[in-house]
């Protein structure tokens, strides 16, 4: 299974990027789809995870701003960043969980202040 997240970008302070994760196969399929960030010399955070079931779970630096969602004609699950501030800048990553955990490759993302 592979995971592939797309959407990041350079942005100025309170802009919007979107980022997307498809997987290799039916990424709707998998138990908890979420979204986590690594700064440079810092540790990788949970950013936002969507459960099977329907819960979201969001990391308090992003409540209110971000919002994780499942796009069901695209069989994608996306993330809404609004009002992007300089501290959000990271790679994101795209995690899956099924039988084990499974990682995308990254997405850059940089807002300039």
């Known amino acids: 299974v592979q995971l592939q997240a797309s959407g990041g970008g350079l942005v100025q302070a309170g802009g919007s990027l979107r980022l997307s994760c498809a997987a290799s196969?039916?990424?709707?399929?998998?138990?908890?789809v979420g979204w986590y960030r690594q700064a440079p010399g810092k540790q990788r955070e949970l950013v936002a995870v969507?459960?099977?079931?329907?819960?979201?779970t969001y990391a308090d630096s992003v409540k209110g701003r971000f919002t994780i969602s499942k796009d069901y004609t695209k069989d994608t699950v996306c993330l809404q960043m609004n009002n992007l501030k300089p501290e959000d800048t990271a790679v994101y990553y795209c995690?899956?969980?099924?039988?084990?955990?499974?990682w995308g490759q990254g997405t850059q993302v940089t807002v300039s202040s």
């Open positions: 969507l459960s099977a079931g329907g819960g979201r």
């Open positions: 995690n899956g969980r099924l039988d084990r955990e499974y």
């Open positions: 196969r039916n990424i709707l399929s998998f138990y908890d």
